[in-house]
Every structure is written in C-alpha cells, then in structure tokens.
C-alpha cells in the first residue's frame, strides 16, 4: 500500500521505492530505503511530515505516493 494512505502515528516498513532513478536517488538520500521503519507524523497543505530514522522530513504528496509500505 502507498505510505500516503497510512494513517497518522502508524510505523511501518518500506517495501518498495517507485519512481524514475531520480526520484529513488532523492529518496535514498534522505534514508527512505527498503526495510526502513518510517512513521506518518503529520499531514497538511499537501505535503506529509514522516519520521525516518530518527528525523523528521517533510516531503510533497507526490513523492510520499512513489513510497511503498
């Protein structure tokens, strides 16, 4: 299921990056990897605040839709 979906407050584990080279290598960077614990802290305006070790990061809903729990 799509990490945009989750609920706010559950953690979960990544299964999938999806998206152009681009995009994963922007998500990797910023530790959204597979096997990752990542936790829906909040969302607004479009955009998510996600927990992914042991930072919080705010990322558009068009990337958060490429990320795969």
């Given at each position: 299921?799509?990490?945009v979906?989750?609920?706010?407050g559950r953690c979960l584990s990544i299964?999938?990056?999806?998206?152009?080279d681009e995009i994963k290598r922007f998500?990797?960077?910023l530790?959204?990897?597979?096997?990752?614990a990542v936790t829906v802290v909040s969302e607004s305006a479009g955009n998510m605040i996600l927990?992914?070790?042991?930072s919080r990061v705010g990322i558009e809903k068009n990337?958060?839709?490429k990320i795969y729990v």
């Open positions: 299921m799509p990490l979906s989750v609920p706010k299964k999938k990056i999806d998206g152009n998500l990797n960077h530790g959204f990897i597979e096997g990752a927990k992914i070790k042991e990337l958060v839709k």
